[in-house]
Nanobody, 125 residues
Framework: QVQLVESGGGLVQAGGSLRLSCAASGGTFSTPRMGWFRQAPGKEREFVGSIRWSDSTAYYGDAVKGRFTISRDNAKPTVYLQMNSLKPEDTAIYYC??????????????????WGQGTQVTVSS
């Protein structure tokens, strides 16, 4: 079983930046797509961004488009989420995920086969 381990969360002021990392462990890992979801208190899990491993094609949720950037490292394997211009409404637990579904387009929650434990991001006003 593949394990995904998130890191990089923390407390930042509005307007600040954080970089989240998601490292695969527990064996050799290969999936067509990886991505990030988040869940704020009292809200449903929300798509943040995803990337196709083969060609780095990336997609983003509307709420973060233009502020967040997802990238990947072929060697690790690791995916990153660079979060800039953070807002209090970005406060959530951020989950890394991986999917064996290799289609183009944003990653859907029901396509995710592996999930990390999440890392807390808190943005103060």
């Amino acid at each position: 079983q593949v394990q995904l381990v998130e890191s990089g969360g923390g407390l930042v002021q509005a307007g600040g930046s954080l970089r989240l990392s998601c490292a695969a462990s527990g064996g050799t890992f290969s999936t067509p797509r990886m991505g990030w979801f988040r869940q704020a208190p009292g809200k449903e899990r929300e798509f943040v961004g995803s990337i196709r491993w083969s060609d780095s094609t990336a997609y983003y949720g509307d709420a973060v488009k233009g502020r967040f950037t997802i990238s990947r490292d072929n060697a690790k394997p690791t995916v990153y989420l660079q979060m800039n211009s953070l807002k209090p409404e970005d406060t959530a637990i951020y989950y890394c995920t991986a999917s064996n579904v290799g289609r183009r387009g944003p990653l859907r929650e029901n396509e995710c086969d592996y999930w990390g434990q999440g890392t807390q991001v808190t943005v103060s006003s």
